[in-house]
């Protein structure tokens, strides 16, 4: 493994049993968003959601582990195109690489939607491993959320 921070493309796609809407409300109301984000293990206050959802406009929030450790994200929005793509960079922290993340939405028919996570940005191989686990994790968790 190298520790070497490296530029990196990685998709994580998930098939959600749930239409198009319902998926992309989730990604875009901050009341929703801190019910499911962050990976397992983690949860995200809403008091600490703010989003501008609009091209430039501002997605912050701050996840906290079960012993209080947060771990704040400072992104911004860089495509929104409902109910299809929404987009954001996001300001590398704590050694963590920073890049942009495009979230597509693709109608399956019979209320099922088909999200690809798309990021690219510079990563080591243990941050990628990391990333890879957390955002299953965390798209383990909005899978949940809208089959509620």
Known sequence: MSDEMTYRELDIVRVFDAPVQL?????????????????????????????????????????????GAEFPSDMRFTVVDPPRTLAYEWDGQRGLGGGSVTITLRDLGDGRTELTNHFAGHLTDAVQSFMREGTGQQLDKLAAYVRR
């Open 23 to 67: 998926v992309w409300d989730a990604w875009t109301d901050p009341d929703q968003i801190a019910a499911w984000w962050g990976p397992a293990g983690m949860h995200t206050p809403r008091e600490s959601v703010e989003m501008d959802v609009r091209p430039g406009g501002v997605f912050r929030l701050t996840m906290v582990t079960g012993a």
